[in-house]
């Protein structure tokens, strides 16, 4: 949450630091976009602040009014946790000699507020300009010392970018949870929140290192240890480009990562296919790591957690070892009944999501062996899981995850044929099998992509509605609680899954005439089951719009509108459904004009508690 950027070069004229840091914030805007700002230093250490609440393109205009032509700055997008959305909340802040700009929270900022009486030095309700305030405090010349001192004092998550007015040129940047890449090139030194700011300026980064000091400067970049010992980072490559990370001609980022998800289905399988069946051994996994623990425990947020409930029942029903499923919020404050034996499976998209990363640690304390499964190359969940199997994705930008989803559920399948290969329930030939089906999987989602009609048929329904359900049981159950949160993140319906034999329980009393349900049947075993369920609460009104396979035999009055998936194995029926659903949510909420990349309260990275 919150993105932010620094950068001190060369680049002067219509190429300063100004351009440079409104472009980046534009690339970081997905990680919070409630308030924007810059601060650009003059070659005398003079400051010119600029922030705004809204979108950074309020803060373009402001900028433009007046540019700067400066060769340093900090620019920061905010994602508001202390204090309300307004100009004087937005970062960067200063306080005396010093002015930063933070992503993260400073847990203990009453306390310092309290022992060094800064109560009367504040402007903000934030969190933040306390750690200005505790770092004008300390510093006496050196920026080093002085924040080797704030290391000990401040309590929480922070990546810290800070000017001090003396040191004209210089951004000193610490770290701790909270994300930061960096890279230099003959145009000067560059920081950011994520590659996406910085990948127009080259292919070279590297992952700041926690509980370093790093100075920025036009001739380079330079990292410490807290002892003062030179640290040398590893550089890395990014293997995507400036394409990956813009539109390419679609109207929204969502749209573009829908249509982009066959082929990051096949990105992510085929590099670990051996004789047509999974392999892990380049990515260091040993197969022990698969065969001999006696159950799987799978922690993510959102998104990636719907995912891994996918990937529970699959593995359930195909390998019959207990696998169970924990929102890594949850996971983290409760009684973990883990231990060497159990298989820690975290996913996340980002690999910086903080409740995962604190449920990864305390998987760790328990001594389970970990495995993340991750898109962003370098991030602190990948870094710190025992083993990490990539995504290949490519970016990702919307706030609403879809390609994400797509390939983590792609693992999910891989994981468990491998699984089930080592365990003796496929012969080699089911595995191959299996992985074909997979592989085809693509072609599904495209087929479903090309024909969407029924989908825009289906949210002239939705779109009227304030409310919608998502029924479906087994694996129906675990796609439709994916389908139900796209909807309402982005379309703002409040959209809710049940699996379809519970709704007698209670829910059905909500149904009411015209709601639409949309219901998932592409289970054959329970196929039947679902129909009775959906007849209930047609027969009560409901607007029914019927997710089946293809070729799949249903009376036409048990629904309003019937999408097709283009699948024959009820295993694979996710891929195509997927699609469908998300589709749904991207048309709905660009028929109701919403902001669809973009909605509201939401942030991409989640790195607050
Ligand atoms: O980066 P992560 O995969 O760890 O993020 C997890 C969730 O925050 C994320 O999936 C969120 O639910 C998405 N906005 C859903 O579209």
Partial sequence: ???????????????????????????????????????????????????????VSVLREACEVAPVNARCGIGHTRWATH???NDVNAHPHSCGRVTLIHNGIIENYHEIIAAFGFAGRLHSETDTEVAACLLDYLYQGDPFDALRQAVDILTGSYAFCILFADQPGKIFCIRNVSPLVAAHNESGSFVASDLTALIAYGKSYFVVPEETVMTLSAEGISICDLSGKTVQPEILTVDWDVESAQKGGYPHYMIKEINEQPEALQNTVRPRLRNDLPDFSEEGIPDALLSCCENITIIACGTAMYAGMVGKAL????VKIPVSVHIASEFRYDTPLIDSRTLTIVISQSGETIDTLAALRLAKDCGSPTLAIVNVKGSTIARESDYVLYTHA???????????YTVQLAVLYLLTCRLALLRGCFSQEQGQEFISALLSSSEAMEQMIRQDQMIREAVKMVKRSDHAFFIGRGLDYAFSLEGALKLKEISYIHAEAYAAGE????????IEEKMPVIALATQEKIFAKTISNVREVRARGAAVILIVKEGAQ??????????DLPVRKDEFAVFPAAASLQLLAYYTSDAKGLNVDKPRNLAKSVTVE
């Fill in 1 to 55: 949450m919150c993105g932010i950027i620094g950068y001190s070069g060369s680049y002067s004229g219509s190429f300063c630091a100004q351009k440079i840091l409104l472009d980046g914030l534009e690339q970081l805007e997905y990680r919070g976009y409630d308030s924007a700002g810059v601060a650009l230093q003059g070659e005398n250490g003079e400051l010119f602040l600029r922030k705004k609440a809204g979108r």
């Fill in 83 to 85: 204090g309300g959305v």
């Fill in 315 to 318: 593995m359930e029903q195909t």
């Fill in 394 to 404: 490519g970016p990702e930008i919307a706030v609403a995850s879809t390609k994400a």
């Fill in 503 to 510: 709704l007698k329980h209670g829910t059905i009393a909500l």
């Fill in 554 to 563: 249903v009376d036409p009055d048990v629904y309003d509108i019937r999408i």
